[in-house]
Structure formats: structure tokens, C-alpha cells
């Protein structure tokens, strides 16, 4: 019954558990013969894993084939450079100016997302009247397109006909022209708030959903026990939602890490590159330079990052299901 | 543990109760408020003429309204209108031929994730799993390149192909949640009547899993609809583009029409906020048995 069947299925090869150390497992016999036995059950997933294979698997081995060669955009041939591409990218220093902002990014981005998500879902389980609809408004900017999102808070920072700046002028709290697209200084946050906007429905929707599953026995019994609602929330609540929790934030640091569209429609990078991107760079060197060589090493670079992160969630995937396996 | 302080902790956890609901309404209205205020914004500029959106200090209600820019957009005899009217139709197709593909290729894999158990099943359905954590853009080099060597630039497949593999790790999940939901026995008692597989499968278990389909086919719709880095640098034949480049081709023509930009923005959000507010019930049940379900 577990959604993530990764350890506690009898199948896994990795990760036995302790039902079949004690009854020796006839299976392993022939692995050839079994997937004869088995061939139907793979024409359900033939479809699947064709499309994977085509559009996920053969891009990834040719972006780190590509990022060992030159790509000269005027000759439009390649010439085998070995690691150049790699060691040009983590010597310059535009490269570590580029990776302050995109942890920046990512960090903020995340965290406020996250706590505000979770707030919202907090407050939102309760019931209240006109709770759908709270919850329905609350998840709509969550629906609509990054790009309308980049446009609408464009034009509430314009700086000469704003919303915001409109605002605060006219109540009196500065009489400045608000600038803060324009300004290295600010640039950031005010994408942040837009992104973050974009974002906490998203950890609402996820956590709410988590917030279902704590049985309400444990929450009455920690009440009966004289736990207060802030009690109940450390000590009952999030180590319920642990997993959802962790796999919520890895979730949104991954989205923010990738995120393109509304930087590139709002600032496209700039000013001054203050708002320059890892994404928005490997955009520009492959699409804007045509260095397609430089950008797959790039890209190959974040990939490895990647890794490391997939490989937490990874962790955090099973280790719900190792915990419901002993349990 | 201390049993004979029960009577005090409830007389301090009442009042404290009461204070974080107050501050749970105001969290809510601010946390409305900020969720609201640039969809309204959109709204209000969106019936402003050209001139009036410039006006300072800003109105919340245009003195004298207009729909002069949905006229304008959704008018097939001008130039513009022309343009949005196709983009509008090539968004949703796309947006539609990804659903009932994606959909049709992740019934049939989550159901095998969930009822068999052939050799390879944990690793083939991590690989699916772990696809969630890598970068699309990471993918769009070769990709380009792949779509170019199979003739795929600027036209939709390109896109359908595309943004039908990325929908299927998540629709996958979620799905098989569902299927795991589904007592195996009702299949028996079919296959004992005489039913295939095939037909157990199709008769039985594709009706109760409904549901999850919808919540699947919402999500693969608005990503679709919504998507925008693949479109910019697949298609750059006018003809083909999808509403979000097409937003951004309007607004590099016009860009101090914010009214028209808004009234563009307000239409291409509609369906896909009406879609999800019709069907966020199936959603919200979707992720609690399928994706988070612990």
C-alpha cells in the first residue's frame, strides 16, 4: 500500500527487510527468464519509457558529451577541448558573482515561500466560513502562467506609474520615485516577493494535503495530554509531516534553482547582472552567444549539483518508508 | 507525566487558543490580500484606457471603464486580434493534445507500478522519480538539438513531446497512489468471470480511478498552457506561437499598452484558473493518497 515502494516492497534488491532474510528468496534465479515471464507487464510502461528514454535520457548523455568540446558559433563545427570548458567557467569570477545571486535566490525564495505556505496551510485546514474560497484564491497564483505573473508585477514596481510607488507617495511615506527593478540594491527582493507570490500556494496545496493524514487521535491525545496548540504543532504535527516537509522544500529549492521565466521577462538579468541567474546564464551563452559548448558544461555543472540534492530527496523519499516498514 | 497539573494547563491553553486564532484571521487576510492585489490590479488595468493606467496617484476603479482591449484582442478582424485569437488556439491545442497523450501513457505505466512485480520495477520507478529533480533547462541544448535533427523545430510536436515527458513522473505518482487504493480483489472476481487482463483493467479499475485522471490531466493542462522557456526557443514562427511568447511579442510591440498587456494576461489566466477552481477538490485528494500519503 505505500506510495513509495522503494524499500519496503519484498522486490527491492537493496534493502530486504527482515520477512525475507528468514525465508530464502527463490527469484533471483534468472533474471533473463523472469523478464520472458514477466515481458507483458513491460508493454504497459513500453510507452513511457520509450518517451523518457527519447526526450530525458539521450538529451543528458548529450549535454555532458558536448560539454568536453568547442563550439565556435561562426564555424558552427566542434572541436574536442577536454575540461577548458569546465575550468574557464569555475575561473572566472563572473561565475562566482552569478552563484551568490542564484543562492540568494534560492535560499530566500524558498524559506519564505515555505513558511508562508505553511502558515496559509495551518490556517486554512481549520474550519471557517468561506474557507473554499479562501483556499480557491489563495491557489491562484499558483495557476496562472509565470509569464502574466512577470508582467502584473512589472507593472505594480513600474517605477513612474507603479502601483506600489502610487501608494506610498500618496500616503505620504515617500515622495521619491519608487525605483526597484532598476536598482541593483533592490532588484532582488522585489523579485523574491513576486516569486514568492507565485510559490506558497504551491506548499499550502502540498501541506495541506499532509495535514490531512495526522490522524486526529494523536492530536486530541497530545491535547488531553496538555499540550498547547504551539505544543501540538512541534510535537505532533511536524514530526507527522517530516517526510512531506522535507520533500515540499526540496521540491520548491529545485523549482527555484531552475526558475527562468519571470527573472528573464522581468529583468532578464540585469541591472548590472544583479539579478544574473545560473539558468539565465546557460540561456544567454546557448541561445544569445550560440556557445553551446560552454553552456552544456554549464548545465552539466548545475546537473551535478543536482545530483546532490536529488540524492536527499532520494532519502527523503524512502526514509518514510524504511520508518513504516519497522512500524 | 504530571498528572496533577491537568486542571492548569487548560485554563492557560484556552485564552492562548483564542490569541492565535485572531492571529491566524490576520495572517489569512494579509496572506488574501497579498494573493489578491495583483490579480485585481490586472483586473482594473485591464478596463483603463491607455492614458488613464498612467494616471498617479493609481485608481482601483477606472472612472470611465472600457473593454476597448478585449475588443481589441478577442476581434479576429485586426491585426492584433488576429494574432492572440492564434495564439489562444494554438495554446490550447497543445495544452490538449499533451493532456490525452500524457494521460495515456502514464495510466498504463502507473498501473504497472502498482499491481506487478516484474524485474527492474523499484529501479525503472525511481529513475521516474528522480527525473523530478533535474533542471529542464538543463535539457534544453540537446533537446533544441534532437528536435532539429528529427524536424521537430517550429512545429507543435516538438512542444506535445516535450511537455508530455516532463508531466510524466508526476502524473505517474500520482496516479499509482491511486491504483494502490484499489483492492486487486475486484479485478480477481473479474478475470474469474471471464474477463482479460486487459478488460479487467479497462472495465474495472479505469472508472474508479477517475479521479486521480482528472487531477493527473488538470496538472499536464496548466503546465502545458502555461509553459514557456521550450516555446521561446522551439517556435519562432509568428503562426506557432503559444500564449506566453505571445504575450511577450505583444508587449515587445507595445509596450506602454499596459492596459492591453493586462486584458492579455486576464484571458490567458481564465481558463486555466476556472479549470482549477471547478476541479481543486479532485486535486488537493489527489496529492493526500497518492503523493504525500504517509
Known amino acids: ?327 | 507525566m504530571s498528572d496533577s497539573t491537568v486542571p492548569a494547563p487548560r485554563k492557560r491553553w484556552r485564552p492562548g487558543m483564542r490569541k492565535d486564532q485572531i492571529a491566524g484571521y490576520v495572517f489569512l487576510i494579509f496572506l488574501l490580500l497579498y494573493a489578491l492585489i495583483p490579480m485585481a490590479w490586472m483586473l482594473s488595468t485591464s478596463f483603463k484606457t491607455q492614458f488613464a493606467a498612467l494616471q498617479q496617484p493609481p485608481r482601483w476603479i477606472p472612472t470611465h471603464p472600457t473593454i476597448a482591449q478585449y475588443k481589441l484582442l478577442l476581434s479576429p478582424f485586426n491585426d492584433v486580434g488576429r494574432d492572440f485569437l492564434r495564439y489562444l488556439l494554438n495554446s490550447l491545442w497543445v495544452s490538449t493534445a499533451t493532456t490525452v497523450l500524457g494521460v495515456a501513457v502514464a495510466v498504463p505505466a502507473a498501473y504497472a507500478f502498482s499491481r506487478f512485480r516484474f524485474p527492474g520495477r523499484n529501479a525503472l520507478f525511481f529513475t521516474v522519480l528522480v527525473r523530478n529533480m533535474f533542471p529542464l533547462v538543463v535539457f534544453l541544448i540537446p533537446l533544441f538539438i534532437l528536435m532539429k535533427n528529427l524536424h521537430l523545430v517550429n512545429t507543435h510536436w516538438s512542444l506535445i513531446l516535450t511537455y508530455l515527458t516532463f508531466g510524466l513522473p508526476l502524473s505517474i505518482w500520482l496516479l499509482k497512489g491511486f491504483y494502490d487504493n484499489i483492492p486487486p480483489q475486484l479485478e480477481q472476481a473479474a478475470r474469474i468471470d471471464g474477463a482479460t487482463r486487459f478488460q479487467a483493467f479497462w472495465l474495472i479499475v479505469m472508472p474508479l480511478s477517475s479521479p486521480g485522471i482528472i487531477a493527473t490531466a488538470i496538472y499536464a493542462f496548466i503546465q502545458a498552457w502555461n509553459e514557456y522557456v521550450y516555446a521561446l526557443t522551439f517556435l519562432n514562427n509568428n503562426k506557432l506561437l503559444t500564449l506566453p511568447v505571445g504575450l511577450q511579442r505583444f508587449f515587445a510591440e507595445y509596450s506602454t499598452n499596459w492596459p492591453g498587456l493586462m486584458a492579455a494576461s486576464f484571458i490567458m489566466s481564465v481558463p486555466v484558473v476556472v479549470l482549477f477552481l471547478l476541479l481543486q477538490k479532485h486535486f488537493v485528494r489527489a496529492l493526500t493518497e497518492g503523493a504525500v500519503k504517509t
Open chain 1, 1 to 327: 500500500m505505500s506510495t513509495i515502494p522503494l524499500a519496503t516492497e519484498s522486490t527491492s534488491p537493496l534493502e530486504p527487510n527482515d520477512q525475507d532474510r528468514t525465508s530464502p528468496r527463490p527469484r533471483k534465479r534468472n533474471l533473463l527468464l523472469q523478464i520472458k515471464d514477466h515481458w507483458a507487464d513491460y508493454m504497459y510502461i513500453m510507452p513511457a519509457l520509450l518517451v523518457m528514454v527519447l526526450v530525458i535520457g539521450y538529451p543528458l548523455f548529450y549535454t555532458v558529451y558536448l560539454s568536453f568540446f568547442d563550439t565556435p558559433p561562426s564555424t558552427g563545427g566542434r572541436v574536442f577541448n577536454g575540461i577548458d570548458n569546465f575550468t574557464t567557467i569555475l575561473q572566472s569570477e563572473r561565475f562566482w558573482m552569478i552563484t551568490k545571486n542564484t543562492f540568494y535566490w534560492t535560499v530566500f525564495s524558498t524559506l519564505i515561500a515555505f513558511i508562508l505556505g505553511f502558515g496559509a496551510a495551518l490556517v486554512i485546514q481549520r474550519e471557517f466560513f468561506g474557507r473554499s474560497i479562501a483556499r480557491g484564491i489563495l491557489l491562484i497564483p499558483w495557476v496562472i502562467s509565470y509569464v502574466a505573473a512577470a508582467y502584473v508585477w512589472r507593472w505594480i514596481y513600474h517605477s513612474d506609474y507603479g502601483l506600489l510607488g502610487g501608494m506610498l507617495m500618496e500616503w505620504g511615506i515617500t515622495d521619491q520615485r519608487l525605483i526597484l527593478l532598476d536598482s541593483t540594491r533592490w532588484v532582488m527582493p522585489s523579485l523574491i516577493v513576486a516569486n514568492v507570490w507565485k510559490e506558497f500556494p504551491f506548499v499550502m496545496i502540498m501541506l495541506l494535503a499532509g495535514l490531512q493524514t495526522v490522524p486526529d487521535q494523536l492530536m486530541r491525545a497530545a491535547r488531553v495530554d496538555g499540550a498547547n496548540s504551539w505544543n501540538q504543532f512541534v510535537h505532533v504535527t511536524v514530526p507527522h509531516l517530516k517526510n512531506v516537509i522535507v520533500i515540499t522544500l526540496l521540491l520548491l529549492f529545485v523549482t527555484n534553482l531552475n526558475s527562468f521565466g519571470l527573472v528573464w521577462i522581468m529583468t532578464g538579468g540585469g541591472p548590472a547582472n544583479a539579478s544574473q541567474l545560473w539558468i539565465i546564464e546557460i540561456y544567454t551563452l546557448a541561445f544569445r552567444s550560440l556557445r553551446f559548448g560552454l553552456a552544456s558544461a554549464f548545465s552539466v555543472i548545475l546537473f551535478i549539483f543536482m545530483l546532490g540534492i536529488g540524492f536527499f530527496y532520494v532519502k527523503a523519499l524512502t526514509a518514510g518508508d524504511n520508518e513504516r516498514g519497522r512500524a
